[in-house]
């Protein structure tokens, strides 16, 4: 298998930076592409100079601009992401080109690594987001629950993240679904423990599951697991929480070989699944914006700039 980019299968650090950005003219395809191709390269380089950091980044690239990037070789899965809403719980396609994915123990290091990036770019492209994550106490959403639990360990993330014998021509390389969701930390806080417990389905001191007599349909873990023929259908998370004392939330990043789990894990959320149930915590919390893109391997990024 081709060897994917540095960003996807490594554990979350202390510090993550998100960029989406449109393509101002599609005339700059070609050069992008090499500029693209040059970003592992300009990480290995920063990550030499900072070596205490771990720095590692992906790109990946939306399917529209894919299509101008290499019109005649697709990978099979890629498609846009498609708005979900039902009675009031909305999850919007705001879209993007680009994506780029920089984690690192260092902000400053993050952050060296979107100018360096960003001054390459020049004019060619518009911010549509710039999200910088942080690890919270231990691990936890900020709304004080311990995120992640069940993401894949060891062996089993490129499994659950990496293309495969599926699509060979992209071996290696991922499907990124991307949100960012804003909480209601005040009407959230007014909650008792033990009703914050059962809207998430976990215990919030050390993330245990919540028995199933007492573990309603609508809990967020409910929702959000999927099983098909009895093997649950896994994600590789890279989850932030962001923001200020004013407004705040999670920036939800899913790598995956297939957008039909993102996208069917989300459908139940917003409760358009079709058994009539939705995830209570969509009532605290509103996703703003959405959007998929393929994240190629190593050799298939340099390859589009050929």
């Known amino acids: 298998m081709s060897e994917p980019q540095s960003a996807i299968l490594p554990e979350p650090s202390r510090s993550a930076l998100f960029l989406v950005l449109r393509v101002a003219d599609a005339k700059v395809a070609t050069p992008l592409a090499k500029l693209l191709a040059q970003v592992p390269e300009m990480t290995r380089a920063l990550a030499a100079q900072a070596p205490d950091a771990k720095l590692v980044s992906a790109v990946g690239i939306g399917a529209e601009f894919w299509d101008r990037l290499s019109p005649r070789k697709r990978p099979i899965g890629l498609r846009a992401f498609a708005a979900v809403e039902a009675d009031g719980r909305r999850a919007p396609a705001t879209g993007g080109d680009l994506l780029a994915h920089i984690i690192s123990e260092r902000h400053d290091v993050n952050f060296e690594l979107a100018l360096r ?67 209601d930390l005040e009407r959230w806080g007014r909650l008792e423990t033990a009703e914050q417990e059962r809207i998430v389905g976990r215990r919030k001191a050390d993330s245990e599951d919540l028995p199933a007599a ?60 079709g058994d009539g149930v939705h995830d209570r915590l969509m009532e605290f919390t509103r996703a703003v914006t959405g959007a998929n893109f393929f994240v190629p391997s190593l050799s298939v990024l340099g390859a589009l700039a050929e």
């Open 117 to 183: 990036l960003r001054r390459q770019l020049g004019g060619t492209v518009e911010v549509l987001e710039e999200v910088h994550g942080f690890r919270y106490l231990d691990s936890r959403d900020l709304t004080g629950f311990i995120d992640g639990t069940e993401n894949p360990k060891g062996a089993e993330r490129a499994a659950v993240a990496l293309i495969g014998a599926e699509d060979p021509a992209f071996a290696g390389g991922s499907y990124a679904h991307t949100q960012k969701f804003l909480h």
């Open 214 to 273: 007492v573990k309603p349909a609508t809990a967020h873990i409910n929702r959000a697991t999927i099983a098909e023929n009895g093997t649950e259908l896994k994600i590789v998370r890279h989850s932030f929480p962001f923001g200020t004392t004013s407004a705040a939330g999670l920036f939800f990043i899913a790598y995956c070989r297939t957008l039909d789990i993102p996208e069917r894990m989300l459908r139940r959320m917003i409760g358009t699944s």
